[in-house]
């Protein structure tokens, strides 16, 4: 089983839909967790962190579950710039982050 | 956050023969890692480059495919030595804040073996 799972994607919606990431991690030693974005041919890039009380940055919202090792990325009112693949990251605290698959995410007009 | 610059952005090389990828940092920093990605695949780490003494290799990765240097805190090589076409990839370099929470990446390097 891998450190980071991730629903496989794609996703292809219309503008101005809502939608959803799942991401599990197994080690329940990790200590922060992270959603980073990667747009085509390019290197990823830190969206936002995630916390155990849930943060939100804009339409951008973001959810920790310790007790069920699940983490939720939720995009509303999509735009034709959010297509990108969403990676989840787990931080063990003492290693480089550990990064998910991916999820390939298409917004379409 | 770090500016990093990785030369050359992309190649072409043939079978057999290596390629030194080189990544320079805006400051200095402790932390520095080099990444592959396959097509389709997420990030896998290959080894933390050590200022002043050998780098730290992952599972499945050794030195004489993959040898690394750094010199000091701002610069680092990485080599893909004697290539095979399953080398194809984008290489990255990254560097990390010492509490490994936030992670800064390279533009990468795409690399094709025919």
């Known amino acids: 089983r891998k450190e980071v799972e991730q629903d496989p994607g794609p996703f292809n919606v219309p503008e101005g839909a809502t939608v959803a990431f799942n991401c599990t991690y197994s080690?329940?030693?990790?200590?922060?967790f992270f959603w980073y974005r990667q747009d085509c041919r390019k290197e990823p890039k830190l969206l936002m962190s995630?916390?155990?009380s849930g943060n939100e940055d804009g339409r951008f919202t973001a959810q920790l579950n310790r007790a069920s090792q699940y983490i939720s990325l939720l995009i509303r009112d999509s735009k034709l710039s959010d297509s990108a693949t969403y990676l989840c990251?787990?931080?063990?605290?003492?290693?480089?982050?550990?990064f998910g698959k991916g999820t390939r995410l298409s917004v379409i007009a | 956050s770090a500016v990093i610059s990785q030369k050359p952005s992309r190649d072409i090389c043939q079978r057999g023969t290596s390629l030194t990828i080189q990544c320079q940092v805006d400051?200095?920093?402790?932390?520095m890692f080099w990444y592959r990605q396959q097509p389709g695949q997420s990030l896998t780490l290959i080894a933390t480059?050590?200022?002043?003494?050998?780098?730290?290799?992952e599972s499945g990765f050794v030195i004489d495919k993959f040898p690394i240097s750094r010199p000091n805190l701002t610069f680092s090589t990485l080599t893909v030595s004697n290539m095979s076409p399953e080398d194809s990839s984008i290489y990255l370099c990254?560097?990390?804040?010492?509490?490994?929470?936030?992670?800064?990446f390279g533009p990468g390097t795409r690399l094709t073996v025919l």
């Open positions: 990254s560097v990390s804040t010492v509490d490994y929470n936030e992670q800064f």
């Open positions: 080690n329940s030693a990790s200590q922060s």
């Open positions: 995630v916390y155990s």
């Open positions: 990251v787990v931080n063990r605290g003492n290693t480089p982050l550990v």
């Open positions: 400051s200095q920093v402790t932390m």
């Open positions: 480059a050590n200022q002043g003494s050998e780098a730290t290799y």
